[in-house]
């Protein structure tokens, strides 16, 4: 075991390394090209067996992940926000293959309009697709997850593709000291890649991602990754015990902090949640039973454990850097679903949205929202949805627009 | 290069792999172009499929191969070609499978895929100098869709999306060229109803590593608008007015395999189908049918030359 300043992309290329992945299917994308550029230099030195090859576009980069993997052997990828929804199509066609491998998701804003910054709208358009869902908040977890990754994904119980993702910029380009594990522990950890009956050998011929005609094979085939995905909830418990057990780090699937004798709950994912944390600490000091609950695990959703978390509580508000237009934010939606008629649900779970394409989160703004749900406790209503925006942010996009139209009225009038 | 096996029609394989009973349509000159190259290619390949026609080949819980199969999507299954083909080198290179588990990678798309959504999927393949065989059968439109019109409609052909009195406005592509300007190890028109040819050249690019690129016309019943008992002798007459060159591009060469000589007047082939009827009927366009024959005659000009 060593320990080095790795950035989150850094620690996702070495969860990959010490994975032994085989195949590296790869495409550019800011902010998750360092990724591929240090496999593909381990590869290209001899540091790292097995194969990379840049492919013309993630919906190309997704088809020869989903490939190799049928074909049976260890495939990695990576991508983030507009190269995700490129490759949408496949991503939700490999899923049915039932040919695990992980991706990372560096996770990015999505046009329009565009940008590089980071939110979770890129991540949540895959929900439904049969990847699975690992979501991580430093760069240690991101190297660990990756090693989980495969675990969950390849056990015969699951047998789906896994996505782990982490923040463009937060995490993907923040330095934190993470420990690389020992091959050998790793090895213990994770058995070679066994395809089962998924692979292509000329002396066992085989149909896979064939057509299906009507909706009674359809269906039966839905459900099967949908119960599969189902038992990943188990698979991953054990994945995580096994893991702590190794290396002494725990990811349970929903990471509870300060939450036992909390009265208001925050709910987040993702590097962003480490703010959360750190609010919640300076809420206690003023004496406030402030705690947070950060699911690691999205895909499958660990319903009952977050319903555990949450029971008792006097209100949950949910901070969800997606927006659902029209909707609102979708973690929140799912909390509710998940909490609907359960007997001790909390009385009030509010929806928060902010943090979209990078905006930072203040402190002030985690006291705020305290307050809100400490407000609608006292009153017995939950608020509607609020947008977090300051004052002073809408002052500096009004001085861009004054710009804007300064500049056009110039140019109109012939100057 | 060896001497081909197939010195003459007698030389061609009797009994066929391909399974029968696929749900193709009467009459498909895709499939008879499949039947013809799979005997050829045999069961040690992996067809890579895109959406088309031929995704109905394998339907669960059948198929009419006695090799692999996997199916992709309409744009990207020379990608899916790539990541077969990297995985079984990996598994070779590693010694984790031994040399008789290899297969041949084989891309099987329409020419809705091949000539428009797929393209730059094909493109980048070739660029990477991927080792695999494209095979495309082109019916001239989105078939399975009903026949709209594609990158590979001919001028003036009725299709489901250009049903008026002149037909289809554009020119069908040339991905021969498109395919050649890339300087891939092989590419080749063929057609099911010139068996003895399209089996030399599939004997050929077999032998071959790299890129290697078949455009199979296929006369399509349903799509053209004609019987199919007449699907061979329209494939026939494809070749005999000039319609369809028959050629291979090698080592940076295009060779014509069969000239035609003496070339008939495309409106024998045009007359018999459907979608060029308005040409005929209720009045006799002989502007279209001069400036089709006057396009054909100029493709030959440099050739017979």
Redesign the interface.
Request: hydrophobic share 45%; charged share 15%; glycine share 10%.
């Given at each position: 075991m060593t320990r080095r300043l790795l950035t989150g992309n850094g620690a996702a290329a070495w969860g990959a390394r010490l994975a032994r992945v085989?195949?590296v299917?790869a495409f550019p994308i800011t902010p998750q090209t360092e990724i591929i550029e240090t496999l593909a230099a381990w590869m290209d030195n001899g540091e790292m067996?097995?194969?990379s090859?840049t492919?013309?576009?993630e919906?190309?980069?997704i088809?020869?992940?989903?490939?190799?993997?049928?074909?049976?052997?260890r495939?990695f990828t990576a991508t983030s926000s507009q190269g995700l929804l490129y490759g949408m199509?496949?991503v939700y066609?490999v899923a049915g293959w039932r040919a695990p491998f992980v991706m990372i998701n560096v996770s990015r804003g999505l046009a329009s309009p565009i940008t590089l910054e980071p939110d979770h709208n890129d991540i949540m358009a895959a929900r439904d697709s049969g990847f699975l869902q690992i979501h991580c908040a430093t760069c240690q977890e991101v190297l660990d997850s990756v090693l989980i990754a495969y675990r969950l994904g390849e056990d015969a119980r699951v047998r789906l593709p896994v996505i782990v993702n982490l923040d463009g910029f937060y995490l993907s380009f923040t330095r934190e000291p993470v420990e690389i594990p020992d091959t050998q522990a790793v090895e213990g950890f994770l058995s070679p890649y066994d395809p089962e009956s998924t692979r292509?050998?000329?002396?066992a011929?085989?149909?896979?991602?064939?057509?299906?005609?009507g909706g009674s094979?359809y269906s039966y085939f839905r459900y099967e990754s949908h119960l599969a995905a189902l038992n990943g909830l188990t698979v991953y418990d054990e994945a995580v015990s096994a893991f702590a057990a190794t290396f002494g780090r725990e990811y349970r699937a929903v990471e509870a902090y300060r939450c036992e004798d909390a009265e208001i709950l925050f709910v987040m994912i993702g590097s962003f949640a480490t703010k959360a944390r750190q609010a919640v600490d300076q809420l206690r000091e003023a004496g406030q039973a402030v705690g947070l609950l950060r699911p690691r695990l999205l895909r499958p959703f660990p319903a009952a454990q977050l319903v555990q978390l949450m029971a008792g509580k006097q209100g949950v508000a949910v901070i969800d850097q997606n927006i659902s237009m029209g909707m609102g934010g979708v973690l929140h939606a799912e909390l509710a679903s998940a909490l609907y008629g359960k007997p001790d649900a909390p009385p009030v779970l509010a929806s928060f949205i902010g943090g979209l394409g990078g905006r930072d989160i203040s402190p002030e703004e985690f006291y705020e929202i305290a307050a809100v749900v400490r407000r609608a406790v006292a009153d017995g209503e939950t608020p509607a949805p609020q947008l977090l925006y300051t004052r002073d942010e809408m002052r500096e996009v009004r001085k861009l627009q004054t710009i804007a139209h300064a500049e056009r009225n110039e140019l109109e009038s012939g100057q | 290069m060896t001497e081909t096996a197939f010195k003459r029609m007698k030389d061609l394989p009797s009994t066929h792999l391909l399974g029968s009973g696929t749900p193709m349509c009467a009459g498909c000159g895709g499939l008879a172009a499949l039947q013809e190259i799979y005997d050829v290619l045999g069961?040690?390949t992996?067809f890579?499929n895109a959406a088309g026609c031929m995704?109905?080949l394998?339907?669960?819980p059948f198929?009419p191969?006695?090799?692999?199969?996997?199916?992709?999507?309409m744009?990207?299954a020379?990608?899916?070609?790539?990541?077969?083909r990297?995985?079984?080198?990996?598994?070779l290179e590693?010694k984790r499978?031994e040399p008789?588990?290899?297969?041949g990678v084989v891309v099987l798309t329409g020419d809705g895929a091949a000539y428009g959504m797929g393209l730059?999927?094909t493109?980048?393949a070739i660029?990477?100098n991927l080792d695999f065989l494209y095979i495309c059968y082109d019916n001239e439109g989105y078939g399975n869709t009903g026949q709209q019109f594609s990158g590979a409609t001919p001028h003036a052909a009725q299709t489901a999306t250009s049903k008026g009195p002149r037909g289809f406005r554009g020119y069908k592509k040339d991905l021969f060229a498109i395919w050649t300007a890339h300087k891939p190890a092989y590419v080749a028109t063929v057609i099911g109803a010139e068996p003895l040819d399209l089996v030399r050249k599939i004997e050929k690019a077999k032998q071959l590593n790299g890129p290697r690129l078949i455009i199979a016309l296929a006369p399509c019943p349903t799509g053209w608008d004609y019987d199919p008992r007449e699907s061979a002798d329209i494939g026939k007459l494809a070749v005999k007015t000039g319609v369809w060159p028959l050629k291979e591009y090698v080592d940076g060469k295009v060779l014509h395999t069969k000239i035609p000589h003496p070339r008939l007047p495309v409106e024998d082939y045009l007359n018999k189908q459907g979608r060029f009827a308005h040409l005929f009927e209720p009045k006799r366009n002989t502007t279209l049918l001069e400036e089709i024959q006057q396009r054909v005659d100029d493709y030959w000009a440099d050739i017979e030359a």
């Open positions: 085989d195949y299917p067996p097995g194969r090859v492919l013309e576009s919906h190309s980069m088809t020869a992940a989903g490939a190799a993997a049928a074909t049976g052997v495939v199509e496949m066609t292509f050998r000329a002396s011929p085989g149909s896979q991602a064939v057509a299906v005609l094979p | 069961s040690r992996v890579i995704t109905l394998s339907v669960y198929t191969f006695r090799g692999s199969w996997l199916y992709t999507a744009a990207s020379p990608a899916g070609a790539q990541g077969v990297d995985a079984l080198d990996v598994l590693q499978i008789d588990e290899d297969l730059s999927a493109s980048g660029e990477r």
